[in-house]
């Protein structure tokens, strides 16, 4: 909830997708990767671009993107959508299988289960950034603006085991054609705005008081953990494409299953 309020507090004003959006620095990785969420999204748009008017309960006002940009000059990387999130992990878990190297991929389900319940987020009481506008014009590259300061409010930081991050990055250093460090505070950035986008839709448009529960971080990434069950031979493919069809793309791991493709690193009472 913290850090639903702190998307929801950042400043607006003047703000429109695809006119004048704000770039804020969240991470840099031990490569200098940069990682920023950009605002607003395309879903926080009142009209599409033949000008026609959207639905007033598709609106999401909170709405953000990540954009991580490569080591110096070396330019941006692609919009990863999830389905580019679930390529990259076959890519790369097909490599590892090969080396016999499934351990890192339990190493990775671990991490990514501390993730969805946030276990690995810590305190902090004021959080120092960096921000730039990104001005749209008639050009096709968008102008950005010199960076500023910015002084934001605490919130729960993504700060995940540095020796696990090594560990992993020594086994397979790419992934989806950023760091291993990258690839997770990008999906950090993806499920947040996944949190976002669902307590608006229950607070907001539905008037529901009801908690998001699972709806939002929790299902997706259960989901890519459910994804590396079956790489690892853990979960039938057929139990995963039966949940995509009736659960809108989603196909989240159940605990049992977390079990077993976490291995030994999860404890049970």
């Known amino acids: 909830m913290t850090n639903i309020e702190w998307i929801q507090s950042l400043p607006r004003e003047g703000l429109t997708y695809e006119k004048k959006e704000r770039q804020l620095l969240m991470h840099t990785t ?7 969420i950009q605002y607003p ?28 940009y490569f080591p110096g000059n070396k330019g941006l990387h692609k919009n990863m959508s999830f389905f580019d999130i679930w390529a990259a992990i076959f890519e790369t878990a097909e490599k590892l299988i090969e080396k016999n190297r499934g351990k890192t991929l339990r190493m990775f ?18 959080f120092n950034s960096q921000e730039r506008d990104v001005i749209y014009g008639k050009s096709s590259k968008p102008k950005v603006s010199k960076k500023r300061k910015a002084k934001l409010l605490g919130l729960f930081k993504y700060e995940p085991n540095r020796q696990v991050l090594d560990c992993i990055t020594k086994a ?17 950035l993806l499920v947040w705005n996944e949190d976002c986008k669902y ?33 690892l031979g853990d979960v039938p493919l057929a139990s995963i494409f039966s949940d995509f ?3 809108r793309g989603i196909s989240a791991a ?12 999860i404890k049970t009472k």
Not at 41 to 58: F, H
Not at 109 to 122: E, G, K, N, S
Not at 254 to 265: A, K, L, M, P
Request: aromatic share 14%; charged share 30%.
């Open 41 to 68: 999204g395309k879903e926080s748009r009142k009209y599409i671009r033949n000008g026609k008017g959207r639905k007033e309960t598709a609106i999401r006002p909170w709405d953000f993107r990540p954009e991580l």
């Open 172 to 188: 397979c250093a790419s992934w989806g054609e950023m760091s291993f460090e990258a690839f997770l505070f990008y999906n950090e």
């Open 199 to 231: 307590y608006y839709r229950n607070y907001h448009v539905r008037n529901n008081e009801q908690w998001i529960a699972s709806t939002g971080r929790v299902n997706t990434l259960l989901t890519h953990i459910r994804i590396l069950g079956y790489i």
């Open 245 to 247: 069809s009736t659960q």
């Open 109 to 126: 389900a671990i991490l990514l289960y501390r993730m969805a319940f946030m276990l690995d987020h810590v305190k902090i009481e004021t």
């Open 254 to 265: 159940s605990d049992d299953e977390v079990r077993r493709i976490c291995g030994e690193f």
């Open 30 to 36: 031990k490569l200098g990767e940069r990682i920023f």
